[in-house]
């Protein structure tokens, strides 16, 4: 049997518009990743002993269960506590919660990136923390995140495919749609696997990139 | 420049001072003062504590027992009038820094910022400069450290020598009453010691109290007052450069002259 | 909130036939994928081209997609072009070839971070590069690889759950079965969390175990900031 492309072809509009849903979903998880991974961070480093134990085991729990089953728990649970989330915030829900634990992993290692001399030079000059925080610690640390984060990024385009198994349309769920249609899955999915694979290349070359640019200034 | 009082008062005064790193008894009871425009080299084999010393002068370690005084204020501390004394605000403490410029083994400066910027920062944040007289008073430092074309050059690009020569106009851009410096030359490639001792020796010229941790035997003998040598901790021996290095009195001095210049005593 | 362990209890054996059923599916992908992700590894450092540009080709398109779209992939596209595929067939296909390509890159990234000079000393002795590679380069890289390996293999059974979506009966499929028959019970989330946690758990234990054998102990933060220095 062979490939008939044709069928796909009319639909590929469709499914671009799909990515659309995708890179919106990918985009704000991100964002609120950011936020919790912030957010965990300062947990580790709390004076209190609980808050400490409780973002540990978040992250052991996150890091060592599947994105998927997170996923499905996210988008049960929440109407079980009440809470009545349509599908898009669910996902963001879910996936930023996942992305969280791995980005504070990253700002942790961005700020151990910092080499220690560069604070104490500032302390010699007199500089109080928060200046210091303000104006040595955080920009080096933005500048080291970024690449790291370009990847997280690439890695949520790809795990959003999963919110079509809770009925998010983006491009999988459209993808599924478009076989309903036309009964062409070989085409389909092939088709599919390109567009993901166009995204995420294009992505990881300016992650590279970004990687080049923060080892320029680094000693 | 000189701008400590004229009289002998010491500038700086060491007593007694102790610290511990966990078990290990690096400072054991140093007593040492530093008079207004005097150059105070301070050698010793790997361990005996000078880095440590050094740092709690501006109070980067924080000593176990005894106080570092600045202009007869303890560094660091305050006194109660109960003889107690308690750990003084972070203003002050950066004040008191700020009335020391340090130079570190390591160089240190900021990598994402230019050699101008870098110079320029503590003169704005924490002197309070506009960034005008900033720029002009680290252009006029740049030169005079010989790096006025590297203003705008980032750290990365620069070489050992040149960043050194960078973070010792850094260190002098809040106009301190004493420079320290911390094995400046320790990590830099052989050639390029050579310009930033210049710079440190004309900085001696100009009459800045210097304190320097080195290992560098013809910079201390040219340039120093007087030598500290430590050994385990301890202040074994001090004397102005020529006698400490012709008629070395006590025996640990003599043994680690020995083996830096393999000459026999 | 009463948290009643009888559901637990009375859903164990569909539990537990899941987990069975990920343990094989990850054993035996997990096995399939180390062995295929070697020879990946040694084409990508080969001096000629065409053994180097399929294999990046390969990894380029297994990591820039998703998993779920590669288990597609698989499970129609055979079918069509006239090789039979069962669900079965297509997870264990589809598990070994994501593993292999990941792996790879730890293998790859280990053995660049055995210092060149060892190499050169061998060559210099007169060993073929075969020899130089079993003697001198794979002793010395077991302990760069094994942090990354670990990792991944945890990822790879993480990956296992999306499985449940050809209808794979694993683990997650049997999640889903008890969501269902316990209308989204709240002990289910539990039960199929602390099951997925302590399966990676014990893979991640009995590594660094290993880890503590090889003869270059690195830790996997050491072993992170190297790997990062791998060009892509």
């Known amino acids: 049997m062979t490939l008939e492309w044709k069928h796909v072809t009319h639909a590929l509009p469709f499914l671009l518009e799909g990515t659309l849903a995708t890179v919106a979903v990918s985009l704000l998880a991100l964002g609120l990743g950011l936020l919790v991974g912030i957010f965990v961070m300062l947990g580790r480093r709390s004076r209190f002993k609980a808050l400490r134990a409780l973002t540990v085991a978040y992250m052991s729990i996150v890091r060592g269960t599947p994105l998927f089953i997170q996923i499905l728990i996210v988008y049960y649970a929440l109407p079980a506590l009440g809470l009545d989330i349509p599908r898009f915030e669910s996902g963001v829900i879910a996936l930023s919660l996942n992305s969280g634990a791995y980005i504070s992993e990253m700002i942790r290692g961005g700020l151990m990136a910092i080499p220690k001399g560069q604070l104490d030079a500032a302390k010699a000059c007199g500089m109080r923390s928060g200046l210091i925080w303000r104006r040595i610690t955080l920009p080096q640390v933005l500048v080291l995140i970024l690449p790291p984060l370009t990847m997280e990024f690439t890695g949520l385009l790809k795990s959003s495919a999963l919110l079509s198994v809770i009925g998010l349309v983006e491009l999988t769920r459209r993808a599924q749609q478009v076989i309903g249609e036309t009964l062409r899955s070989p085409e389909v999915w092939l088709t599919t696997a390109a567009l993901y694979f166009v995204m995420c290349f294009a992505l990881g070359a300016v992650t590279r990139r970004l990687e080049k640019s923060a080892a320029e200034y680094r000693l | 420049m000189m701008s400590g009082s004229m009289t002998s008062t010491p500038i700086i005064r060491v007593q007694n001072l102790h610290k511990w790193f966990g078990e290990a008894h690096v400072l054991k009871g140093i007593d040492l003062e530093v008079k207004a425009g005097e150059k105070v080299c301070i050698m010793g084999p790997s361990g005996s504590g000078k880095s440590t010393l050094l740092r709690c002068l501006n109070f980067l370690e924080e000593a176990s027992k005894g106080m570092v005084l600045l202009d007869d204020h303890p560094v660091g501390y305050i006194e109660e009038a109960d003889g107690k004394r308690r750990r003084d605000t972070e203003a002050n403490i950066n004040r008191m820094r700020a009335r020391m410029g340090m130079v570190f083994q390591s160089f240190n400066l900021w990598t994402h910022m230019t050699a101008a910027a870098n110079i320029m920062e503590a003169p704005i944040h924490v002197g309070g400069l506009s960034r005008q007289a900033a720029g002009e008073k680290a252009l006029k430092l740049l030169r005079l450290v010989g790096l006025e074309d590297k203003k705008d050059a980032y750290p990365a690009r620069l070489s050992g020598g040149q960043q050194q020569r960078i973070a010792i106009a850094r260190a002098l851009a809040m106009d301190p009453e004493i420079m320290l410096f911390d094995e400046p030359t320790s990590a830099l490639d052989p050639e390029l010691v050579g310009e930033v001792l210049a710079v440190m020796s004309e900085l001696a010229r100009g009459g800045m109290t210097m304190v320097v941790v080195t290992h560098d035997m013809g910079f201390a003998r040219a340039v120093a007052d007087r030598i500290v040598f430590m050994d385990h901790g301890q202040v074994v021996e001090e004397a102005p450069p020529s006698t400490f290095f012709e008629q070395p009195k006590n025996e640990r001095t003599i043994q680690f002259l020995a083996k830096i210049t393999s000459r026999p005593f | ?232």
């Open chain 3, 1 to 232: 909130m009463d948290f009643s362990f009888s559901i637990i209890v009375e859903a164990w054996p569909t539990f537990e036939a899941g987990l069975i059923t990920t343990v094989i599916f990850c054993s035996v992908a997990g096995v399939l994928g180390l062995a295929l992700a070697v020879p990946i590894a040694l084409a990508q450092l080969s001096r000629s081209w065409s053994w180097r540009v399929p294999a990046k080709v390969l990894v380029e398109i297994v990591r820039d997609t998703p998993f779920l779209v590669q288990v597609f992939v698989i499970y129609f596209v055979f079918p069509a072009t006239g090789w039979p595929m069962s669900s079965t067939v297509a997870g264990i296909l589809a598990l070994t070839i994501h593993g292999a390509v990941y792996f790879s890159e730890s293998i790859r990234g280990a053995i660049l971070s055995v210092p060149r000079g060892q190499v050169d000393a061998a060559r210099a002795a007169g060993m073929s590069y075969p020899l130089t590679l079993r003697r001198i380069v794979f002793p010395q890289m077991m302990g760069y690889v094994l942090p990354p390996i670990g990792n991944q293999i945890v990822g790879l059974i993480k990956d296992s759950a999306v499985l449940s979506i050809i209808s794979v009966p694993e683990l997650s499929m049997a999640f889903q079965n008890v969501l269902g028959t316990t209308f989204a019970a709240p002990e289910a989330f539990v039960a199929v969390a602390v099951l997925y946690w302590l399966l990676t758990s014990a893979v991640t234990l009995a590594m660094s175990r290993l880890e503590r054998l090889t003869p270059t102990h690195r830790s996997t933060q050491e072993m992170t900031s190297l790997l990062a220095r791998v060009d892509r």
